[in-house]
């Protein structure tokens, strides 16, 4: 039986990519050591995902509760199942640039040393497999602010005739801006994936992504805009908004599109070290304004809200992702969730049990 590595399995796109290709036919091995409670708590806690999982897939999902910053304990997990191991998905990181200024070891070790150990893992023992590295626009800093913007009621907009006027694109530079050390560990992993690519001739991609969003998130303040957003309007929980006035403009993809674009890539795998930026591109972006006011509709309830004037450190003013490049390599690929308030509204269906609301 083929396997299907994936890391970060009860997060959301890991869990996501598991249901996937089990419902497939893939066996799936499952790493998830749910360091996300030891970054944001217990609200931030994968747990209830691993064991949904666990419940439903019972043997077509094996689930690995390994570091991996452990390079000797990713090793044997690889030396183990080899050459049937046909995909990597690697999902599992530390994902917040302000939490990466509290403990920068701990962020470098999992996001950049953790890919390292699977990438030569891969290399080792299973060689001809896809590697999918699920990377983040932060790796272009905060030169997206550098971008000519336009001010209207709701929103910043790319002033009309720029070449990103339609979304970002990979040959936006990486260099000489501010990262944030979250985004300097993703970059550092990033190339890493390239370079194994490209200097060992693997089938090794990049997708750098907007915001990746939907029902199985454990949202938290600084990580999962939108799926945080819908948890705070539905439990009454107060929100904060940082900077730009409200008016910061992201582009949303949700989960089952991240991962249908995923298997197009392993279906007809490029080597080399591909790079694809991937979110919901200019169909599906929101400011945070405007994501206040679809949820508050979506739910018919109020949102209780702050505002800091004071922006996050090398946050972005306006991201959206040029799908181009993508949508060139695989014109199959097509975007189930085009619009933001299909997404809002799925989580909010699927989640108004866990979060125990009434509406």
Not at 199 to 208: G, P
Request: with cysteine.
């Amino acid at each position: 039986m083929s396997i299907v590595i994936i890391t970060g399995s009860a997060g959301l796109i890991g869990s996501e990519a598991t249901e996937f290709y089990t419902k497939a036919g893939y066996k799936v091995i499952g790493i998830d050591n749910n360091m996300r409670e030891t970054f944001f708590g217990a609200e931030g806690s994968t747990v209830w995902n691993r064991q949904r999982l666990e419940a439903t897939l019972g043997s077509k999902y094996e689930h690995y509760n390994i570091d991996i910053r452990n390079q000797e304990g990713v090793n044997e997990l690889f030396a183990k199942y080899g050459s049937d191991i046909s995909l990597i998905i690697h999902t599992a990181a530390q994902p917040s640039h302000d939490w990466a200024a509290r403990d920068p070891f701990t962020d470098f070790g999992v996001n950049a040393n953790g890919t390292l150990n699977l990438l030569e893992a891969t290399r080792q023992h299973c060689p001809e497999a896809v590697f999918i590295f699920t990377s983040t626009n932060k790796v272009y800093g905060d030169r997206p602010n550098t971008l000519p913007l336009v001010e209207s009621d709701t929103r910043w907009e790319v002033a009309a005739g720029h070449p990103f006027e339609n979304g970002i694109s990979e040959e936006m530079s990486v260099d000489q801006s501010m990262h944030s050390l979250f985004g300097a560990s993703k970059l550092a992993a990033d190339v890493l994936v390239q370079e194994y690519g490209r200097y060992f001739n693997m089938k090794t991609v990049c997708f750098r992504g907007g915001v990746l969003s939907g029902s199985k998130q454990s949202g938290v303040q600084l990580h999962g805009f939108i799926n945080y957003l819908v948890k705070c309007v539905m439990t009454g929980t107060p929100y904060t908004i940082f900077g730009y006035k409200g008016k910061q403009v992201r582009d949303v993809i949700h989960s089952s599109d991240v991962i249908s674009a995923f298997h197009a890539f392993f279906e007809r795998p490029r080597r080399g070290g591909e790079v694809y930026n991937l979110g919901g591109g200019i169909a599906s972006n929101v400011s945070m304004l405007e994501a206040i006011q679809l949820t508050e509709e979506i739910s018919g309830r109020k949102l209780s809200y702050q505002y800091v004037d004071t922006a996050r450190a090398g946050d972005h003013q306006w991201y959206v992702s040029d799908l181009t490049k993508f949508q060139s390599h695989y014109p199959e690929w097509k975007q189930q969730f085009n619009h933001i308030r299909l997404i809002i509204e799925g989580i909010f269906e699927e989640n108004k049990e866990r979060w125990r609301v009434t509406v």
